[in-house]
Each structure stands twice: as structure tokens, then as C-alpha cells.
């Protein structure tokens, strides 16, 4: 089976939801992809003191905001899915969430789970746990950035069918693209960061996010790295399908030989 998949690497503003609709817009408008995915936070930016200050730049999942109306009409002009990370407003409540929206608007939102540092000020961890959505007959899963340093994350969204995880990104530690490369290994995945580039600074705290956006396949083969702070699109043709098969030899296959009676501490 051919899947267009695309990557998107670009550096959002803060506090300017429109600004980050303009810079995406031209980024993917003329791309025709069945998946495209984005950083993390894209419409908001990711330094904020306390959630009043993030409020006004989150929206809620249903789509109704400005954020994901765009990426709906994105995802017309594409013909395909964008998953995007964007801060999800929900009651009073913040989510640092991710999207999946097609032409006809949002079909999944995923909750980051794992908050990363200061974000635990900001949001409330996810509370709706790994999902796995069919789309074109491809399964997709959604983590979100921190998510990574947990390898029960990955294998979740694995256990759960996925054929492609989608991994939207504000990295700011080293490891991760490295790390990817072990989490398609060991689920035998196609796994997909989109990170964020640029600097963002609050007080005292300045914050350099990595880029170095990855596509991965299911072997660990770098099918793509962006460089570290550039803006990048990368598009690329994959079978999704090859996902299917957790063969690893003749002898072992990833899921029917775990041991989960053994895994306890
Ligand atoms: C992160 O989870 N944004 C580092």
C-alpha cells in the first residue's frame, strides 16, 4: 500500500494563534498528503507563567475554534489527515492535546499523558489514555513529545494496532530522535516527530527547542532527519502496512513472545 506521509518542522509564535495559522497555512496549503503531522502546541506557542496567561490561545476539541477550523480546511486542500499539537481548552481546564482532523473535521484528540517539567503548572495530565484510529485503512496512534521517555506509550499505541505513530513535538532534551529510533525497533512501527524549532524565553527561562524532526521505519531506518533549526517539510511515500508483520525471527515474534506474568517488579 503507498501512504503519502508528511512533516512539518516550523517555529511557532506565542500568544499569536492567527500568526501560527498564516505560517502553517503557507507551509502545507499547496502539499498533497494523506498525513501530515505538526509540532506540539502549534497554535500557542510553549512558555506560559500560569494557565490564565495560556487561556486565550487554547480552543476546544471540537473544533470549533480558529485553530482547528484552519487545519480543517487544511486537511481539504491536502485531501489527507493532519495531526497537529495544540492547547486544547476543555471546561476551565487545559489539555496540551493532539488532533487528528480530516476533511470533515476532528475524528481523535489524545491528551499528553506525561507532562514535561513546568508544564505540570499549566495543564492537567491526560486523562482519556492511548488511543489507535483508522484512517484509509491505516492505523494511527498520537503521543505527544515527553510521552517518548515512556516506553509503555509507544507500546500501547502498538498493542493497540497501530501502524503509524504520530508524535507531535516541543523537544528540548537530546535524546528523543535517538531514542525513536529503538521505540520503532521494539514495536515494529512507523513512528513520525514533528518537533519545533526556534527559542522561547519567560524570566529567567529560556528555552532552545531542537528540531531534528524524524520519520522512522519499523527496522529503526531514518527514513528522514530535518536539520536542527531550520524550518522543514519533508514528504515521503511509505507502506504502512509492513507494520503488520512483528516477525523478528523465524522463532520470535514481538507480541506473542512478551511475558507480561514476568514484568512485575
Ligand atoms: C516536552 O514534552 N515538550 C519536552
Avoid at 499549566?122 to 521517555?149: A, H, N, P, R, T
Avoid at 507502506?239 to 507480541?255: E, G, M, V, Y
Wanted: proline share 6%.
Amino acid at each position: 500500500m503507498e501512504f503519502k506521509i508528511a512533516l512539518v518542522q516550523f517555529n511557532p509564535a506565542r500568544k499569536n494563534v492567527d500568526s501560527n495559522i498564516e505560517k502553517i497555512t503557507a507551509l502545507i496549503s499547496n502539499i498533497k498528503a494523506d498525513l501530515i503531522v505538526l509540532p506540539e502546541l502549534a497554535n500557542s506557542g510553549y512558555l506560559y507563567q500560569i494557565p490564565n496567561d495560556l487561556r486565550p490561545y487554547s480552543e476546544p476539541a471540537d473544533g470549533s475554534g480558529p485553530f482547528l477550523s484552519a487545519l480543517k480546511k487544511l486537511s481539504k486542500a491536502s485531501g489527507g489527515l493532519i495531526i497537529s499539537g495544540y492547547a486544547e481548552l476543555a471546561g476551565n481546564q487545559l489539555f496540551n492535546s493532539a488532533v487528528a482532523v480530516s476533511p470533515d473535521g476532528v475524528i481523535e484528540n489524545y491528551r499528553k499523558i506525561h507532562l514535561f517539567a513546568d508544564e505540570k503548572s499549566l495543564f492537567e495530565s491526560g486523562d482519556q489514555g492511548f488511543k489507535v484510529f483508522q484512517w484509509q485503512g491505516v492505523k494511527i496512534g498520537m503521543m505527544i513529545c515527553f510521552d517518548w521517555i515512556f516506553p509503555e506509550s509507544a507500546r500501547t499505541l502498538a498493542l493497540l494496532g497501530a501502524h503509524i505513530i504520530a508524535h507531535p513535538a516541543n523537544l528540548v532534551l537530546p535524546y528523543c530522535q535517538d531514542a525513536m529510533i529503538t521505540r520503532s525497533i521494539e514495536n515494529k512501527v512507523f513512528t513520525i516527530t514533528a518537533n519545533r524549532i526556534g527559542q522561547e524565553t519567560l524570566g529567567e527561562q529560556t528555552l532552545q527547542f531542537t528540531g531534528g524532526s524524524q520519520i522512522t521505519a519499523p527496522q529503526g531506518k531514518v527514513l528522514y532527519r530535518a536539520p536542527g533549526d531550520e524550518t522543514a517539510i519533508h514528504t515521503t511515500i511509505i507502506d504502512p502496512l509492513q507494520a503488520s508483520d512483528k516477525t523478528i525471527s523465524p522463532r520470535n515474534n514481538l507480541f506473542e513472545d512478551r511475558r507480561p506474568s514476568m514484568y512485575h517488579g
